[in-house]
C-alpha cells in the first residue's frame, strides 16, 4: 500500500484503519515494513483507537524523509482487553513531494495462552475460567496472562504497583538529585522515552519518568525507594518490574539492596545504553537475612535523549517489615588505637619491631627490606609487586576519599576516583573505553586498577598514593602496565611527592589502542618520598585509565657488609662494596656519587 503524489494542499491526511480486533495477550507485537523517502514527503504516524476511550494512544512515528530503503517497525501491543483498531495516519502540511509506503503486516504471539487438561507443579499456575497453564512467576505482577484476571485476583495491593494512583508505598529518596516523574502518554522529548503505558498500553495509562533534558546533567541520578520487607531467607522474594530504554544517550538503570539505611547498598541488577522502543520485563530473585529495602537507581547520561521509564512493579513471596532499618556513624574519629607494642628500649626515632621488641632505624622502615625478624617493618608500606587480584590494594590509598567523612559518605558516590574493576564486572560497551581482561591472568576474572571517568567532570584528577617510602637504592625503578583505550582518553602521570614538593616523573595522555602497555619509571636513590599515580579524566566518560602489575624493582638500599670489598668491586667513600663495572656510567651506585668521581 502506498501513497504517490505531488500537490500543494494544506492539511493532507491519509489514513489507512485495520479491522476491529477483539483482544489481545501480554506478549503481542505488531511489525511492518514502511518506506518514507522524498524530498518534503512529511511525517506519519499509527494510532491505537480502543473502544471506550476517546483518545487515541500514538504507537509510532516517522518524522522525516528516511531515504531511498525500506525500514522495519516492531510495536509492542501488549495486553489489550477491549476491542480496538489500528489507524494509520499519513500526514502532509503544505507542500508534499515523496512516496510513502507499507508492507508485510504482521501481528505475533497476540492469542491467549491456550486452555490445558492439567496445571501441575508448584510452578504452574491454572487460570480459572480460560484452563490456561501459565509459570506461577506470572501470578500478581500487574498483567493479565490469563485473559480472565484470574491470575492477578487475591493479590497484596501493598507488594504492588502501578502508578494508575500514585506512588502507592515507593518514595522518594531525599539523598539523590531529583525525582522520578508519574506521567500520562509521551515524553516531552521525541525520540526519547515512552509512547505509553506498560499496564494500559494506552496513553490513558500512567508510568514513572526519569527526565533527561536540561538543566539535569551528565551523572545526575534520581532513586526510587521500596517499601521494607523482613528478611526473606535464601532467594523465596521476587521483584519483578518493567522498564524502558529507549534514546541515542540513555546511560545507566541499576536496582540496588540495602540493610543499613544511610548506605547505598549493593549492585543486584543494571542495564547500560539504548534498549529499544520497548517495556522489558525483569525478574530478581533477593536473599537476605536481615530486613532490607530496593533502591531503583535512573542516572542521566550525555544528552536530552536518555529518558528511562518504570512500570508495574511487584513483589512476590515477600512480606513488609513495620520497622526500621538500622543507621551506620557516617563520621570517623580522628584518633586511631596504637597496636600493643612488646617491652622495648627503643626511642622515639626507632621502630620497634612487633614480634621481639628489638630496635631498628626509622629510616629503615618501608624500604622494601625486611629487618625485623617478622617483617614487621614493610607491612605498612607499599607491596614490592602489586597485581590487584584478592581485590588487594597493596597499601595504595587516596588521600581525596581519606579526607572525606566516613566510609560510606554519600559525597564519595560521583567523584572520579580510583576503583578495582575486572572485565566480569563491565557493562555492555563498557569494553570499548575499560579493559575487558587484566594483565596478570589475561582473564575477565582477573583484578585491575582503573579511575572510572563516568564520575567526575572534564579536568578532575583522581590520585592514588603510596605510603610514605623510607629509602630506595640505586637502581630503583616502577614497571607497571597501563591501559589507555577510548575516545576521549585524558592523561596518566607518575609522579614524586616529597614533603610539600611534587615533581613529574612520567606521564602519557590520549588513546594508547585496545591492550595494555608496559612503562618504566626510574626513581633512584631517594628518601622519605610518595608515588603518586595521577589520573586526569576527559572530556566524557569515554575514557577510563586503568594500571596492573605495579612492581618496585631492585629498590632496596644498598647493605654495607663488614666484609672488605673483593678485588672485582669498588669501594665506595660510605664503604658500600659495588662492580667495578658499574663505574662511570652516569649512575649514582655508591648512593654518595663517589662512583662517578672525575678523580677516579
Same mark, same amino acid.
Given at each position: 500500500?502506498?501513497?504517490?503524489?505531488?500537490?500543494?494542499?494544506?492539511?493532507?491526511?491519509?489514513?489507512?484503519?485495520?479491522?476491529?480486533?477483539?483482544?489481545?495477550?501480554?506478549?503481542? =507485537?505488531?511489525?511492518?515494513?514502511?518506506?518514507?523517502?522524498?524530498?518534503?514527503?512529511?511525517?506519519?504516524?499509527?494510532?491505537?483507537?480502543?473502544?471506550?476511550?476517546?483518545?487515541?494512544?500514538?504507537?509510532?512515528?516517522?518524522? $522525516?524523509?528516511?531515504?531511498?530503503?525500506?525500514?522495519?517497525?516492531?510495536?509492542?501491543?501488549?495486553?489489550?482487553? &477491549?476491542?480496538?483498531?489500528?489507524?494509520?495516519?499519513?500526514?502532509?502540511?503544505?507542500?508534499?513531494?515523496?512516496?510513502?509506503?507499507?508492507?508485510?503486516?504482521?501481528?505475533?504471539?497476540?492469542?491467549?495462552?491456550?486452555?490445558?487438561?492439567?496445571?501441575?507443579?508448584?510452578?504452574?499456575?491454572?487460570? &480459572?475460567?480460560?484452563?490456561?497453564?501459565?509459570?506461577?512467576?506470572?501470578?500478581?505482577?500487574?498483567?493479565?496472562?490469563?485473559?480472565?484476571?484470574?491470575?492477578?485476583?487475591?493479590?497484596?495491593?501493598?507488594?504492588?504497583?502501578?502508578?494508575?494512583?500514585?506512588?502507592?508505598?515507593?518514595?522518594?529518596?531525599?539523598?539523590?538529585?531529583?525525582?522520578?516523574?508519574?506521567?500520562?502518554?509521551?515524553?516531552?522529548?521525541?525520540? =526519547?522515552?515512552?509512547?505509553?503505558?506498560?499496564?494500559?498500553?494506552?496513553?490513558?495509562?500512567?508510568?514513572?519518568?526519569?527526565?533527561?533534558?536540561?538543566?539535569?546533567?551528565?551523572?545526575?541520578?534520581?532513586?526510587?525507594?521500596?517499601?521494607?520487607?523482613?528478611?526473606?531467607?535464601?532467594?523465596?522474594?521476587?521483584?519483578?518490574?518493567? $522498564?524502558?530504554?529507549?534514546?541515542?544517550?540513555?546511560?545507566?538503570?541499576?536496582?540496588?539492596?540495602?540493610?543499613?539505611?544511610?548506605?547505598?547498598?549493593?549492585?543486584?541488577?543494571?542495564?547500560?545504553?539504548?534498549?529499544?522502543? %520497548?517495556?522489558?520485563?525483569?525478574?530478581?530473585? /533477593?536473599?537476605?537475612?536481615?530486613?532490607?529495602? /530496593?533502591?531503583?537507581?535512573?542516572?542521566?547520561?550525555?544528552?536530552? =535523549?536518555?529518558?528511562?521509564?518504570?512500570?508495574?512493579?511487584?513483589?512476590?513471596?515477600?512480606?513488609?517489615?513495620?520497622?526500621?532499618?538500622?543507621?551506620?556513624?557516617?563520621?570517623?574519629?580522628?584518633?586511631?588505637?596504637?597496636?600493643?607494642?612488646?617491652?622495648?628500649?627503643?626511642?622515639?626515632?626507632?621502630?620497634?619491631?612487633?614480634?621481639?621488641?628489638?630496635?631498628?632505624?626509622?629510616?629503615?622502615?618501608?624500604?622494601?627490606?625486611?629487618?625485623?625478624?617478622?617483617?614487621?617493618?614493610?607491612?605498612?608500606?607499599?607491596?614490592?609487586?602489586?597485581?590487584?587480584?584478592?581485590?588487594?590494594?597493596?597499601?595504595?590509598?587516596?588521600?581525596?576519599?581519606?579526607?572525606?567523612?566516613?566510609?560510606?559518605?554519600?559525597?564519595?558516590?560521583?567523584?572520579?576516583?580510583?576503583?578495582?574493576? &575486572?572485565?566480569?564486572?563491565? $557493562?555492555?560497551?563498557?569494553?570499548?573505553?575499560?579493559?575487558? /581482561?587484566?594483565?596478570?591472568?589475561?582473564?575477565?576474572?582477573?583484578? $585491575?586498577?582503573?579511575?572510572?571517568?563516568? @564520575?567526575?567532570?572534564?579536568?578532575?584528577?583522581?590520585?592514588?598514593?603510596?605510603?610514605? /617510602?623510607?629509602?630506595?637504592?640505586?637502581?630503583?625503578?616502577?614497571?607497571?602496565?597501563?591501559?589507555?583505550?577510548?575516545?576521549?582518553?585524558?592523561?596518566?602521570?607518575?609522579?614524586?611527592?616529597?614533603? @610539600?614538593?611534587?615533581?613529574?616523573?612520567?606521564?602519557?595522555?590520549?588513546?594508547?589502542?585496545?591492550?595494555?602497555?608496559?612503562?618504566?619509571?626510574?626513581?633512584?636513590? %631517594?628518601?622519605?618520598?610518595?608515588?603518586?599515580?595521577?589520573?586526569?579524566?576527559?572530556?566524557?566518560?569515554?575514557?577510563?585509565?586503568?594500571?596492573?602489575?605495579?612492581?618496585?624493582?631492585?629498590?632496596?638500599?644498598?647493605?654495607?657488609?663488614?666484609?672488605?670489598?673483593?678485588?672485582?668491586?669498588?669501594?665506595?667513600?660510605?664503604?658500600?662494596?659495588?662492580?667495578?663495572?658499574?663505574?662511570?656510567?652516569?649512575?649514582?651506585?655508591?648512593?654518595?656519587?663517589?662512583?662517578?668521581?672525575? =678523580?677516579?
Amino acid at each position: 500500500m502506498f501513497i504517490l503524489k505531488s500537490s500543494s494542499s494544506v492539511s493532507q491526511i491519509a489514513r489507512l484503519r485495520s479491522p476491529k480486533f477483539r483482544q489481545t495477550g501480554s506478549n503481542c =507485537t505488531l511489525s511492518f515494513w514502511y518506506y518514507n523517502y522524498g524530498q518534503s514527503v512529511g511525517a506519519a504516524e499509527m494510532q491505537l483507537l480502543v473502544d471506550g476511550l476517546r483518545q487515541p494512544t500514538v504507537l509510532w512515528r516517522a518524522y $522525516y524523509n528516511e531515504g531511498n530503503q525500506w525500514l522495519k517497525a516492531v510495536i509492542q501491543l501488549g495486553r489489550l482487553p &477491549r476491542p480496538f483498531q489500528l489507524s494509520l495516519d499519513k500526514i502532509s502540511l503544505g507542500f508534499y513531494d515523496g512516496v510513502s509506503a507499507i508492507d508485510d503486516i504482521t501481528f505475533e504471539n497476540c492469542a491467549l495462552p491456550p486452555p490445558a487438561l492439567s496445571c501441575e507443579g508448584p510452578s504452574r499456575f491454572w487460570c &480459572r475460567d480460560t484452563k490456561a497453564c501459565i509459570d506461577s512467576l506470572l501470578v500478581c505482577d500487574l498483567v493479565d496472562h490469563c485473559g480472565d484476571g484470574s491470575d492477578e485476583d487475591n493479590c497484596n495491593p501493598d507488594l504492588q504497583c502501578n502508578f494508575e494512583n500514585g506512588l502507592c508505598n515507593w518514595e522518594q529518596d531525599v539523598e539523590d538529585d531529583f525525582n522520578w516523574i508519574r506521567i500520562q502518554g509521551p515524553t516531552p522529548t521525541v525520540n =526519547t522515552g515512552p509512547l505509553k503505558d506498560h499496564t494500559t498500553g494506552t496513553a490513558r495509562g500512567h508510568y514513572l519518568y526519569m527526565e533527561s533534558s536540561e538543566p539535569h546533567q551528565f551523572q545526575d541520578k534520581a532513586i526510587l525507594l521500596s517499601p521494607l520487607f523482613n528478611p526473606s531467607g535464601n532467594g523465596t522474594c521476587i521483584f519483578r518490574f518493567h $522498564y524502558h530504554m529507549f534514546g541515542k544517550q540513555v546511560y545507566k538503570l541499576s536496582v540496588f539492596q540495602r540493610t543499613v539505611s544511610n548506605t547505598k547498598g549493593w549492585l543486584l541488577w543494571y542495564k547500560f545504553g539504548n534498549q529499544g522502543n %520497548r517495556w522489558i520485563r525483569q525478574t530478581l530473585y /533477593i536473599s537476605s537475612f536481615k530486613p532490607f529495602q /530496593i533502591l531503583v537507581k535512573g542516572i542521566v547520561g550525555d544528552g536530552f =535523549t536518555g529518558d528511562i521509564g518504570l512500570d508495574d512493579m511487584s513483589f512476590l513471596g515477600c512480606t513488609l517489615y513495620n520497622g526500621n532499618l538500622p543507621t551506620i556513624s557516617t563520621t570517623t574519629s580522628g584518633t586511631s588505637v596504637p597496636a600493643t607494642l612488646p617491652m622495648n628500649n627503643c626511642t622515639e626515632e626507632e621502630f620497634v619491631c612487633r614480634a621481639s621488641g628489638h630496635c631498628i632505624q626509622m629510616i629503615q622502615k618501608c624500604d622494601f627490606r625486611p629487618d625485623c625478624s617478622d617483617k614487621s617493618d614493610e607491612l605498612a608500606c607499599v607491596m614490592e609487586v602489586c597485581n590487584f587480584e584478592d581485590k588487594n590494594e597493596c597499601g595504595w590509598y587516596q588521600p581525596a576519599l581519606e579526607r572525606m567523612s566516613g566510609y560510606y559518605s554519600t559525597h564519595t558516590t560521583n567523584i572520579f576516583k580510583w576503583e578495582l574493576g &575486572r572485565g566480569a564486572n563491565l $557493562y555492555p560497551e563498557q569494553e570499548k573505553h575499560c579493559p575487558l /581482561i587484566d594483565h596478570t591472568t589475561c582473564t575477565e576474572e582477573g583484578w $585491575y586498577l582503573f579511575a572510572d571517568s563516568s @564520575n567526575g567532570e572534564f579536568g578532575h584528577i583522581a590520585d592514588i598514593v603510596t605510603p610514605v /617510602i623510607s629509602l630506595t637504592g640505586p637502581k630503583c625503578k616502577i614497571v607497571f602496565w597501563n591501559h589507555m583505550n577510548g575516545s576521549t582518553i585524558g592523561s596518566l602521570e607518575v609522579l614524586c611527592k616529597t614533603g @610539600n614538593k611534587t615533581s613529574k616523573l612520567w606521564t602519557q595522555s590520549g588513546t594508547q589502542g585496545p591492550q595494555w602497555n608496559r612503562a618504566e619509571v626510574f626513581l633512584g636513590i %631517594r628518601s622519605n618520598f610518595q608515588v603518586v599515580f595521577r589520573a586526569k579524566r576527559g572530556v566524557s566518560y569515554m575514557g577510563d585509565v586503568a594500571v596492573d602489575d605495579i612492581t618496585f624493582e631492585d629498590c632496596s638500599p644498598l647493605l654495607i657488609t663488614d666484609r672488605p670489598c673483593i678485588s672485582e668491586e669498588f669501594t665506595c667513600a660510605n664503604k658500600y662494596c659495588i662492580p667495578k663495572d658499574n663505574l662511570c656510567d652516569f649512575v649514582n651506585d655508591c648512593a654518595d656519587n663517589s662512583d662517578e668521581s672525575p =678523580t677516579i
